[in-house]
């Protein structure tokens, strides 16, 4: 299985590829006559390999390195079939071979891969004998040519030859074709790339994910059923029902409100909003890149422009949410801890934050390896860049303990590295909590402190060990909890400055106001656009140390510059920006981030899976890709919502201590007081990008039911959870 990887290496070595392309381009191009015209006899593949084994024998199947095998033997005698209805004229046999590809044209400018035509060659099942049928096996060959770029194109052979079957024929005749002396080592055809129309029977993992969603669904049809036809009092709804009606739990989603409170901050919707298209448009290009491109050479045109860039650092989105999370986590507990006289309830807060996030996991774990490969077929389906999901047969019990980034050398689906992450500085908060109450500006800065230790510590390895992000260096850089924890403490110092100035307004000059915000769009700018010089197409050398200074201090950088943009918008002084990231559209997106992180990819693996025929690459084109995929993720990520998030974290909440009482108010819990939703909705919307770290405040009070109403201490000892949620 290729191991699992960030968005930021994957896209830097596919960038890479093209800017080593473009100059071994030039060079190829240099071809002499004799050498092109050897290449163009590749066009017609199909044809010069059925004029070439007319008479196919058992010799031309088997390399001579081996006996024949039963297997062997079962393929000459389907080739004896085809071979015979050829002759006969049979329309299933040239079918088999008018489903090949051929060398791709346009090769000069970037058209590696020829798909031929996938269905035409699966849907082959002719009747050999009452119980036996002939069915076609389509794969993708290499071919043997010395270009900076493998070229591939599509065969299609009876089912019962394995790919060293086709290894051997393709090696005769690519010998005759090019008049070269090749390898008998050679390899053309790999079995993970063959498919055919047969499908494995359901095992009981997957009766049992099928069975499951199926329950959650009746569940959740008859709840809504019953919410909407025989409820005409929804106070007298029964709490279980409510936990499952969809009617009710998409109340509470698409709720929107814009109360005025100083302990609400709205722009953190916009930032989760912005945060989570970024993540999903930066994978969209991923894959873009990665598609069968008939003009991959454009590629290295387009990874010479500044917009490059905004793809390529679209990690930063990462960095975006580690800030939210520590600032709520320590904005809304500190206030809890106040009113508690410094008491936190550690058990309760680790049970929570694990109820809320793990059902969602384990239910993806599932879908994305049982599910998924039912979903669809094509030439590169169960082939992409992140839908290789064996590694979850393995590793799927550290993704649910949330040490998959240090316990498991390939990780259970990508996206939940970030989850880790995120959990793993979860369980310190609390010591961190305990030290800034207790020792305020002094505990402030002794976690001020570690956050320089720990930058101090990533640039030290980096030279140490010489290990470049650039040119795709150990990727436990970004997946390490004690290398990614910069941005989350930064958010943490800052939620802890906001909570000593709550309720404050602080004035400022002018001046001082059009000096935060250059400063802060500096700090942002310049962590997204230093490295242009020096990454994709445009590769100038940086040293190592230059690197490391850029990568330890960038981290911090960040939610440095986004601490003023929130500061500013509470505050008063964020005029345009703060009516954009205030909106209340941006509410119903801030709710959903978590599905739609999580889900995100299975759509766009699920699309890509499906091509049947190259691609052509454009930021147009990405685009098109993008909103296509996006919107059904948003679809998809409704759906989950409905049918796992809101039920289980409402269910959470009737299990849960201090969250029982009478019944719901007539005026939701999210309006009566903002103050309790939108802190609770802000813990719990530390989602997404890759990341997805919600409490439950915010789905009891604005969406997964606010079952019952609260008194005012319990609900602000809720906050407290929430935020360190």
């Not at 994910?209 to 669904?217: E, K």
């Not at 981030?593 to 766009?604: A, G, K, N, P, R």
């Not at 990520?637 to 201090?658: D, H, K, Q, R, W």
Request: net charge neutral.
């Amino acid at each position: 299985m290729v191991r699992i990887t960030l968005l930021l290496f994957i896209f830097g070595l596919a960038v890479a590829k093209a800017s080593n392309w473009d100059v071994e381009l030039h060079k190829g191009m240099e071809m002499d006559v004799e050498e092109f015209q050897r290449m163009a006899k590749l066009r017609h593949l199909s044809e010069e390999f059925r004029s070439f084994y007319q008479n196919i024998t058992l010799s031309d199947l088997v390399p001579e390195s081996r006996l024949p095998t039963q297997q062997d033997l079962q393929c000459y005698a389907e080739f004896a079939h085809l071979t015979a209805a050829l002759v006969n004229g049979s329309l299933w046999a040239y079918r088999m071979f008018d489903s090949w590809g051929s060398l791709p044209a346009g090769i000069l400018v970037g058209h590696f891969k020829d798909l031929g035509h996938y269905d035409e060659c699966v849907n082959i099942e002719q009747a050999i004998t009452s119980n036996y049928n002939l069915m076609g096996k389509y794969c993708l060959a290499q071919l043997p040519l010395q270009l900076p770029m493998n070229v591939q194109t599509a065969v299609c052979f009876p089912a019962s030859c394995s790919a060293a079957n086709m290894d051997t024929l393709l090696l005769r005749l690519l010998k005759q074709l090019l008049g070269v002396e090749l390898s008998a080592d050679l390899t053309f055809v790999k079995e993970r790339t063959c498919k055919t129309a047969e499908r494995e029977p359901y095992d009981g993992l997957t009766v049992f994910t099928i069975a499951f969603l199926s329950v959650l669904g009746a569940a959740v049809v008859l709840s809504t059923l019953y919410d909407y036809f025989l409820c005409e009092d929804q106070e007298k709804l029964p709490a279980i029902l409510r936990v499952f009606s969809a009617r009710y739990n998409s109340r509470g989603l698409f709720r929107i409100s814009n109360n005025s409170n100083p302990n609400v901050v709205h722009c953190l919707h916009g930032m989760r909003g912005m945060s989570l298209i970024w993540v999903c448009f930066g994978h969209d290009y991923l894959i873009g890149i990665t598609s069968p491109n008939i003009n991959f050479l454009d590629v290295y045109k387009w990874a010479k422009s500044p917009f490059m860039v905004v793809i390529y650092e679209g990690v930063f989105a990462v960095d975006t949410f580690f800030f939210i999370s520590g600032m709520l986590v320590s904005m809304v507990a500190l206030r809890s801890m106040e009113k508690a006289k410094g008491k936190l309830n550690i058990p309760l807060m680790y049970l929570h934050r694990y109820l809320r996030l793990t059902p969602i996991v384990a239910v993806a774990i599932l879908v994305y390896l049982k599910v998924l490969p039912l979903m669809a077929d094509g030439p590169l389906f169960g082939n992409w860049n992140f839908d290789n999901y064996d590694s979850c047969n393995e590793n799927w019990y550290w993704t649910l303990l949330y040490i998959q980034n240090y316990a498991a050398d390939r990780i259970c689906l990508a996206q939940t590295w970030y989850l880790a992450i995120d959990m793993q500085l979860y369980i310190i908060a609390p010591l961190l909590l305990i030290v800034v109450y207790k020792w305020g500006t002094k505990g402030a800065a002794a976690v001020m402190l570690l956050t320089l230790l720990l930058a101090a510590y990533l640039f030290s390895i980096m030279v140490i060990k010489n290990n470049s992000l650039i040119s795709g260096g150990d990727i436990d850089l970004s997946q390490n909890t004690h290398l990614r924890a910069s941005g989350w403490l930064v958010g943490f110092l800052f939620g802890y400055y906001l909570h000593t100035i709550r309720g404050k307004s602080i004035k400022h000059s002018s001046p001082i106001v059009w000096l935060g915000w250059l400063t802060s769009l500096a700090l942002l700018f310049t962590c997204i656009f230093a490295m242009y010089p020096y990454s994709g197409a445009n590769s100038k050398a940086l040293p190592i140390l230059n690197e490391a200074f850029y990568v330890s201090l960038s981290r911090i950088a960040w939610p440095l510059g986004l601490s003023w943009v929130v500061f500013a918008c509470m505050q008063g002084y964020g005029g345009l920006a703060n009516s954009f990231l205030s909106s209340p559209l941006w509410q119903p997106l801030s709710k959903l981030s978590y599905c739609v992180y999580m889900w995100h990819l299975f759509i766009q693996n699920l699309n890509a899976g499906r091509t049947r025929v190259s691609t052509y690459f454009s930021d147009y084109d990405v685009m098109l890709r993008f909103w296509q995929d996006f919107g059904f993720s948003l679809l998809l990520a409704y759906v989950m919502y409905i049918l796992v998030e809101a039920p289980f974290g409402g269910l959470s909440s009737l299990i849960l201590p201090n969250r029982r009482a009478p019944p719901t108010p007539k005026v939701p819990l999210d309006e009566t007081d903002p103050k309790a939703n939108q802190l609770g909705n802000d813990a719990e919307r530390q989602t997404p990008a890759p990341e997805a770290i919600q409490t439950s405040e915010r789905r009891e009070s604005a969406s997964a039911p606010p079952l019952k109403r609260e008194s005012k201490t319990k609900l602000e000892a809720n906050d407290g959870d929430a935020a360190s949620g």
